[in-house]
């Protein structure tokens, strides 16, 4: 946990004011407090940390639940409406913006998206459904992204279309 929260830490430029450094530090209580072995502890670091997400989520309008798999360097660019699935897979490096859902696509379905590495997603975007993003890809501003995006690739539009590829890793 610690290292990962060294690592957020310079992420978000050793800036204590930056709100998503705040959703980062509970969602790494949120998800230690699961190896917490004497199960008395474990309930008090559950109930700090539901206090917690419960209080980051009211300040900073970010919904990150800590069942979400998370990669390293998450970065939340700027603070308000993202909500993020407990089904949903982030990898590293991932930049997420203002007003992103990412997410189921119907109510009582499973199936939340997978996000490659380097993945830079923008502002009012939708990700909806299993879904795969990969490694290196754009995600256009408001863009409605229901079907795969290849490595490399920008989607944009309602509902989302390919419109390049990036040549080179």
């Known amino acids: ?16 004011s930056r709100q998503g450094f705040w959703v980062m530090c509970v969602f790494r209580l949120g998800q230690w407090r699961y190896r917490v ?8 670091f559950s109930f700090i940390y539901r206090v917690l997400r419960t209080l980051i989520q009211v300040m900073t309008g970010i919904e990150l639940h800590c069942e ?23 990898g590293d490096d991932v930049v997420i913006r203002q007003g992103v859902t990412i997410g189921l696509r119907h109510t ?7 996000i490659g590495n380097r993945v830079d997603i923008g502002a009012g975007a939708k990700l909806l459904g299993p879904i795969h993003i990969g490694d290196d890809a754009v995600i256009g501003a408001n863009a ?10 920008l989607a944009v539009g309602v509902p989302a279309v390919i ?4 040549s080179g890793p």
């Open 163 to 166: 419109k390049r590829r990036r």
């Open 68 to 90: 979400t798999r998370v990669g390293r360097r998450l970065l939340i660019e700027h603070f308000g409406g993202i909500i993020v699935s407990g089904d949903t897979v982030i």
């Open 37 to 44: 072995k004497p199960a008395p502890l474990r309930k008090l």
């Open 108 to 114: 009582g379905l499973r199936g939340a998206p997978v």
């Open 1 to 16: 946990m610690f290292e990962n929260l060294r690592e957020d830490w310079q992420t978000y430029g050793r800036d204590i």
């Open 144 to 153: 409605v992204v229901l079907t795969d995006v290849p490595a490399g690739a």
